[in-house]
């Protein structure tokens, strides 16, 4: 039996983020074009693998391929794994569908936040044979494995299929109690010659990381957590540092940590960072952090052991909104970490969300003024969309039943981030300025002359230019034009 472990291609559009486990996130100009290695299903793919079976990696998605190329590509295979989500369900299954046609007894797994939240929604497709819910790496091995020996695997935890014209949904897979234990994604199984971009890198090729699962916050608006199960766990130092070891060997210049929060574990980073600096280990990496874990000892060892960008969730510059959401800080820490940053020479990034829970105009213009108060190096806005699996799908969910229905066409990747639903419920504010408003906080910092002179007078490469160029073009090009 032989697998395939597919990243489907897109008509819509060629960046898409598709490397986190509850699936889809970003894609488009704005966030600048930028492409991600599909690091989710590069784990499942490699823990397969270390079971013995037998499995191809195909990233239609990252090689550019046609839909035709890719059904070739699976001739030979019996199962197809797929990481799919929200955004991306309608365009999965275009794909899925064309497999389907060419192979009838080709079995189709899901996995993903969709599958796991609504799996109704994906049991309700035909090309669809099992779902996997939560944590995919252990049941996926095994529904893969009980399939080739031909045994019974009904009984699995953590999946879902239809059963005598009936969805059967099985009890949960517990969750991987070390993170340890699973061996990193192997990137060999990658396309060869793929060059994955991030407007947010200086030094290529580049790679992703994750070191832990799970957030030490649960803001309601935030699929990750819950996702999780509410709970965080978190790679120790030594293999942290042995796949950034070979990350290093293998040629890759720079990481990128994929952690909800990767500061926040601070005596674990420091013995990374540590260590690193004795080997001589000289790679560039990118961190998520959440205001308030920094101080200038620790930031400035990261710094040394090559962390050169910090990217912040900083959604709003209103302290009442912050409070509503259950958002784990306050504008004053933000404040502190980012002029902390900007002391050591650490570009930033902020990412904000407007049409939050009790959003209004003048709360908007309060989160411009904030942004222009901390400098960001750079920023990203999107519209606060309620996804399914979160406190704020809840409340919007018992107010209108039917969102069920429409959850994939509102949270498809031609509207997400820019288009809002049902913000009306939950802010003063119309969808129409709530949308407007996303395009007008990009220009208006974007488009400053003071900004552009200072971009282009940071260039130290050739590289550097021409993905400043590149980015800034796309940001450019949505913040004038508004499409997507």
């Known amino acids: 039996m032989k697998t395939l472990f597919l990243v489907p291609g897109n008509s819509l559009q060629q960046n898409v983020v598709r490397d986190v486990l509850y699936g889809g996130w970003c894609s488009g100009k704005l966030i600048g074009g930028g492409t991600v290695p599909p690091l989710s299903l590069l784990s499942v793919a490699t823990v397969a693998r270390a079971a013995g079976l037998d499995i191809v990696f195909v990233d239609a998605?990252?090689?550019?391929?046609?839909?035709?190329?890719?059904?070739?590509?699976?001739?030979?295979?019996?199962?197809?794994?797929?990481?799919?989500?929200?955004?991306?369900?309608a365009e999965d299954m275009k794909v899925l569908e064309a497999l389907k046609q060419r192979r009838r007894d080709l079995r189709v797994v899901l996995f993903g936040a969709l599958p796991t939240f609504l799996p109704e929604v994906c049991l309700a497709k035909d090309a669809v044979s099992v779902l996997v819910q939560r944590e995919p790496e252990y049941a996926v091995r095994d529904l893969l494995l009980a399939w080739e020996k031909g045994s019974p695997w009904q009984?699995?935890?953590?999946?879902?299929?239809?059963?005598?014209?009936?969805?059967?949904?099985?009890?949960?897979?517990?969750?991987?109690?070390?993170?340890?234990?699973?061996?990193?994604?192997?990137?060999?199984?990658?396309?060869?010659?793929v060059d994955y971009y991030n407007p947010l890198v200086k030094q290529y090729p580049y790679t992703t990381m994750l070191t832990s699962r799970g957030c030490p916050s649960k803001c309601t608006y935030c699929t990750a957590p819950f996702f999780m199960g509410g709970r965080l766990r978190v790679c120790s130092a030594e293999p942290v540092i042995e796949d950034m070891t070979l990350a290093y060997r293998q040629g890759y210049k720079t990481i990128y940590f994929r952690d909800e929060t990767f500061c926040a574990f601070k005596k674990r980073n420091i013995q990374i960072c540590e260590t690193l600096l004795s080997k001589g280990i000289r790679v560039r990496w990118i961190a998520n952090a959440i205001a308030g874990e920094l101080d200038h000892d620790y930031l400035a060892l990261m710094k040394r052991a090559g962390l050169y960008c910090i990217k912040f969730g900083v959604e709003t510059g209103n302290e009442e909104i912050l409070k509503l959401v259950n958002k784990r800080t306050s504008l004053e820490k933000m404040r502190e970490d980012f002029a902390l940053c900007r002391k050591l020479r650490i570009s930033t990034h902020a990412h904000c969300m407007l049409g939050m829970p009790g959003e209004t105009r003048e709360t908007i213009e309060q989160t411009f003024r904030f942004i222009r108060e901390i400098r960001p190096t750079t920023v990203t806005y999107s519209v606060c969309s309620p996804y399914p699996g979160t406190p704020l799908f809840d409340q919007v969910h018992e107010r209108f039943p039917d969102v069920v229905d429409t959850t994939v066409d509102d949270l498809a990747l031609q509207n997400l981030h820019i288009s809002s639903r049902y913000n009306e419920l939950f802010t003063s504010l119309s969808n129409?300025?709530?949308?407007?408003?996303?395009?007008?906080?990009?220009?208006?910092?974007?488009?400053?002359?003071?900004?552009i002179l200072r971009s282009f007078l940071g260039i130290r490469s050739l590289r550097e230019f021409l993905s400043l160029c590149r980015a800034g073009l796309q940001v450019l090009s949505y913040s004038v034009g508004g499409e997507k």
Request: net charge negative; glycine share 10%; charged share 25%.
């Open 61 to 89: 998605l990252g090689e550019g391929i046609s839909l035709e190329q890719t059904c070739e590509r699976a001739d030979g295979c019996d199962v197809v794994v797929v990481l799919t989500s929200f955004m991306t369900f």
């Open 155 to 193: 009984e699995i935890p953590g999946l879902a299929f239809r059963e005598n014209g009936n969805s059967r949904i099985n009890p949960p897979y517990p969750f991987i109690k070390s993170l340890d234990e699973i061996p990193w994604p192997d990137r060999t199984l990658l396309p060869p010659g």
């Open 432 to 451: 129409e300025e709530i949308e407007a408003a996303v395009q007008e906080g990009y220009r208006r910092f974007y488009t400053r002359p003071g900004y």
